[in-house]
């Protein structure tokens, strides 16, 4: 099984959202990094053939997926950034009836849903829809996008509004999903890729700026992470002047991870670079976007 990128582009005019990209997908699970507006939902909306591309294609297994009708909706899941529900639905009802959309036999639909209402626990939960917190409707949506067993799996900002514990369970349900299937996944939560993508895609303005596995793409800022501990008005400064990954308060001192090409100064100590690192060097300020 292969999806390929094939130059795919989207202009929204004047602006261009996706910039001629091109890979190659395995089976795997796959995490899209980038700024808000770099254009991971207008990618995903073409990979899912909601969206045409302004030029060039999406590929199963070679054939282009807006030729491929219900053969190419039948192997896929999608979990929409904002992903809307019927309020007046119990969790049941609405899997239920986006199954019928799906097309699946009844019987296989009642089985699929309560096996899936209580891997994301809402198997004991009778309310509507329009009383469920965050979480649960993610829960939901989640649970909606899996509803067809898809092998290819595109989920936009799965993790947004799940608190850490649903969080980690979420992954492993990724995770345990995953096996032979294709799965990609955006976020702004650099620690939900870490934990369960095996490539990276980081994403800047429409293009993508790096790719690979995480380990390989992390080693390429290694030596440029350094720790420094210094006085709460020097570290204003230093905030001022070079990337801070991450400031903490300790006994009225302040210790700064710094990304830096050179060590910035003497007493500051080499670390281990991490992902976030590797964002915030490619990402420095809150631009990125535009
Ligand atoms: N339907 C549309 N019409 C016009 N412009 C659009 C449309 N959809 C997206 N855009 C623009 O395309 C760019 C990419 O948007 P997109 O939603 O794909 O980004 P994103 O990476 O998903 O951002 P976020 O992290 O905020 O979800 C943005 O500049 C956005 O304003
Ligand atoms: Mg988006």
Redesign the pocket.
């Known amino acids: 099984m292969e999806l390929s990128l094939d130059r795919l582009t989207k202009h929204?005019a004047p602006?261009i959202?996706?910039d001629c990209i091109s890979a190659k997908l395995s089976p795997g699970v796959y995490g899209l990094l980038?700024?808000?507006?770099?254009?991971?939902?207008?990618?995903?909306r073409m990979l899912c053939g909601i969206l045409e591309p302004s030029s060039g294609e999406v590929l199963f297994d070679g054939r282009n997926i807006m030729g491929m009708g219900s053969r190419y909706r039948n192997i896929l899941g999608y979990l929409p950034?904002d992903f809307g529900c019927y309020p007046d639905y119990t969790a049941r009802e609405f899997l239920m009836y986006i199954a019928a959309l799906k097309g699946l036999p009844r019987r296989a639909a009642i089985k699929r849903s309560e096996e899936l209402l209580n891997i994301v626990d809402l198997d004991a939960c009778g309310k509507k829809i329009r009383t469920f917190s965050g979480g649960m409707r993610q829960r939901l949506g989640i649970a909606q996008a899996l509803l067809n067993n898809p092998g290819v799996l595109v989920l936009?900002?799965p993790t947004a509004g799940l608190d850490p514990k649903e969080r980690v369970r979420f992954r492993n349900l990724i995770a345990d999903y995953a096996g032979d299937k294709i799965v990609i996944l955006?976020t702004?939560i650099v620690s939900d890729i870490e934990a369960i993508a095996d490539e990276v895609f980081l994403?800047k303005k429409?293009r993508f700026l790096l790719q690979g596995a995480i380990p390989e793409l992390v080693q390429r800022i290694s030596g440029k992470v350094w720790e420094l501990t210094v006085s709460e008005q020097e570290a204003r400064k230093w905030e001022e002047t070079v990337t801070v990954s991450n400031l903490r308060h300790s006994n009225e001192q302040v210790i700064l991870r710094i990304i830096s090409e050179e060590q910035p100064s003497l007493n500051a100590v080499p670390c281990e670079a991490a992902l976030e690192d590797l964002y915030l060097y490619h990402f420095p300020t809150a631009e990125g976007?535009?």
């Open positions: 929204f602006k959202a996706v980038g700024a808000n507006g770099a254009g991971k939902t207008t990618l995903m950034q936009d900002e955006s702004h994403m429409g976007a535009e």
